[in-house]
């Protein structure tokens, strides 16, 4: 596997491979996972983020980590486990919807307000093979939502309501407060 400064770079918004729909991943061949959710890991930890899924490092797999936690980018995030999910199957969506403002590393500089189930069940592989089931709820399942976002070919851009629902970065981070009443 080549592994220099440009492999698994982050793919950014216009790149058709943000339009794909990922295939599911074999689970009898995980070893061959490590190197990807390696980069992963660290492209999520450099750039600030707290989720990311395969597809923005080029790799079409229904792979995606979720790792909230209080950065610079999200300082009102939650602390929570790093967890990785591969094959991810969302059920059972709450139907309470709430409208929070978004980022991506695949579309820097911008945030989008969009509105989405406050809580998602998913069904899931993690990195040692084992099914697993999670009920998650708030920024955690709004993490998940837009990660799983990617693994079918879409990003918050498409998920605004109105063009009027997308700020940049900076304009977020001055005005949170109000954007966010
Ligand atoms: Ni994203």
Redesign the pocket.
Known sequence: MINNETAYDIVELGDPRLRQISKPVDISRMDELVPVLTAMESRMRERGGVGI?AP?IGVLKQIMIIASRPNARYPDAPMMQPTVMINPEPFCFSDQLVALWEG???VPGLRGRVTRPDAVSVRFVNDSGDGQEIRLEGFPARIFL??YD?LIGK??VDRVDSVTDLVTDKVYLEQMVSLNR
């Open positions: 899924a923005q991506c590393l695949s837009h990660e990617h990003t918050f």
